[in-house]
């Protein structure tokens, strides 16, 4: 599986932005994928992961009820759609792609890494 994060930009506090990330391969469908996040001078963290068919999804704290994951197999994509932004907010995104459920793709990492795209939120 190969993925591809896109979207980020340059955007306000308050804004919002969709990230998306496309994969190729016939069993994408099949993965559960994650959203992780590294802001400078920090360590990678977990953002969010969708199940392979999109009815679970799992939040970090710091993103719920701003952040919302959501799939479509038959694009072969996955989004990332990001409400009321803040500075702390600003970081590279990566989507990530696991064969086992999403719910272990924190606590086991995935098997598959996209390239990040920057999302930079100004005060």
């Known amino acids: 599986v190969q993925l591809q994060a896109s979207g980020g930009g340059l955007v306000q506090a308050g804004g919002s932005l969709r990230l998306s990330c496309a994969a190729s391969g016939r069993t994408f469908s099949s993965y559960g994928v994650g959203w992780f996040r590294q802001a400078p001078g920090k360590e990678r963290e977990f953002v969010g992961a969708i199940s392979w068919s999109g009815r679970r999804t799992y939040y970090a704290d710091s993103v719920k009820g701003r952040f919302i994951i959501s799939r479509d197999n038959a694009k072969n994509t996955v989004y990332l759609q990001m409400l009321t932004l803040n500075p702390e907010d600003t970081a590279v995104y990566y989507c990530?792609?696991?064969?086992?459920?999403?719910?272990?793709?924190?606590?086991?990492?995935?098997?598959?890494w996209g390239k990040g795209t920057q999302v930079t939120v100004s005060s």
């Open positions: 990530a792609a696991t064969p086992r459920g999403a719910d272990t793709i924190q606590a086991w990492g995935p098997d598959y």
